[in-house]
């Protein structure tokens, strides 16, 4: 029986000795036997979840390199390597004159601007992986010159680039003195055509217009002259009226009359508007005048004058009203007509004159036209001349031309006499 307890005891601690040893395993998550591992409490107000992997995706940017070209709008940017095995890339200006070349190889280039009418320009340039460039090609336009020769020794010459529909180019004006020699130098002309205005200071000389087209009308025709510069001579006519124009023997070859205007002794209008203006060329360009005239109101309405007229058109209108004026009574009124269109100015009241106005006898009525205004003079009924007073135009859209008789619709008047002198009448 001992021995049996013995035995017993062995086979006790023998056991104990093998959970000991194989605790570790179980340590690890390894299941011994039937044994079920432990769970990790659940927190108070959460449930359990699946575990979740999550993959992430990394985008890796690779810097590349640019070359940014500013020129001219419109101009071809050509990028060329200096290596024969490279390959050559070109791209037009946009509207703002930039040209953007994205991730060009390593190496050396040469970079061309060309554009027609301009000078091309060129530059070099070692790019590097990775960098930004930048390069500015200023083109300059191609221009000519041109030398304008007068017989003036003082005025001015106004030129233009007409408008060129396809590039949107709006020439503005060029103004340049005239030199005492006569002579105007044109230079930075670009290709196209222009129009030059010669416009003298004296009164005397008329303005006169050319046009021309670049290159071909700069280009000198005899360079064995030794000329670089082409010279293009332009004459002005000198027109200024001198002579003193008399109509006392009232002759239809004197006058270009309007329609329905009859000459017997005198000039009768009568409900016919008109302007009736010096037929010879020679009295068609006064500059400081005097004019006479003895005018009678058959209706004690409205008479006129054309002063300083370039043609029937385009004249300053001197009217005098007497009480039945269409307008005012007993006034003297100036319009500035352009293209037939009267623009009033300015009147003065006549009321001192209302009886010579008035009288069967007529009026005489002297004007005098110099550059500060028209002054009016009218006699009274005592053959004593007053004076009305003076008009002016500030504008001066008329400085030089014939002096004639003006109606308006309704007027019915008589001229007996008229007299224009260049500057002034010695009577």
């Not at 070349?101 to 050396?108: D, M, Q």
């Not at 360009?285 to 054309?306: C, Q, R, S, V, W």
């Not at 004026?325 to 009147?347: F, K």
């Amino acid at each position: 029986m001992h021995k049996g307890l013995t035995s017993i005891f062995s086979s006790f601690v023998l056991f104990l000795f093998i959970g000991v040893a194989l605790s570790p395993c179980y340590a690890q998550g390894k299941k011994l036997g039937t044994a079920e591992p432990v769970k990790k409490p659940a927190s108070p107000g959460r449930q359990p979840s699946s575990v979740r992997v999550v993959e992430h995706s990394v985008t890796v940017v690779k810097k590349v390199g640019s070359l940014t070209v500013s020129t001219e709008p419109g101009a071809l940017v050509v990028l060329q390597p200096a290596l024969k095995t490279g390959k050559r890339r070109q791209a037009t200006a946009d509207e703002k004159g930039t040209v953007i070349f994205e991730s060009p190889l390593p190496g050396a280039y040469k970079i061309e601007a060309t554009k027609p009418e301009f000078d091309s320009k060129t530059d070099e340039i070692r790019i590097l992986p990775q960098q930004p460039y930048a390069r500015r090609l200023d083109l300059k336009p191609i221009t000519y010159k041109l030398n304008i020769k007068t017989q003036l020794t003082s005025g001015s010459v106004r030129y233009s680039r007409r408008q060129d529909s396809s590039s949107g180019d709006v020439g503005n004006y060029c103004v340049l003195v005239i030199r005492p020699n006569g002579e105007a130098l044109l230079g930075d002309l670009r290709k196209g055509q222009y129009d030059i205005d010669i416009q003298p200071d004296s009164l005397e000389w008329e303005k006169k217009r050319i046009s021309i087209s670049v290159p071909q009308d700069t280009l000198v025709t005899d360079p064995a002259a030794g000329a670089d510069i082409k010279t293009i001579p332009v004459q002005l006519e000198n027109k200024k009226s001198t002579e003193t124009f008399s109509t006392t023997a009232w002759l239809q070859a004197d006058w270009n009359l309007p329609a329905g205007w009859k000459l017997d002794k005198g000039m009768k209008v009568k409900n016919a508007p008109g302007v009736a203006l010096p037929a010879n060329e020679r009295f068609r360009y006064y500059l400081d005048f005097e004019l006479i005239a003895n005018a009678k109101l058959d209706d004690d309405g409205t008479m006129g004058f054309a002063l300083w007229a370039k043609n029937d058109k385009n004249y300053y209108l001197l009217q005098i009203s007497g009480a039945k004026g269409q307008e005012q009574p007993n006034t003297v009124s100036l319009y500035a007509v352009r293209e037939g269109v009267p623009r009033y100015i300015t009147s003065l009241t006549a009321a001192a004159f209302a009886s010579a106005l008035a009288s069967d006898r007529g009026f005489r009525v002297r004007i005098r036209g110099e550059k500060v205004g028209f002054t009016i003079f009218i006699e009274d009924t005592d053959g004593r001349e007053h004076a009305v007073g003076q008009v002016k135009d500030d504008l001066n859209e008329f400085q030089k031309g014939a002096i004639g008789i003006a109606a308006s619709n309704k007027s019915d008047f008589e001229i007996k006499y008229f007299l224009v002198c260049a500057s002034t009448c010695q009577q």
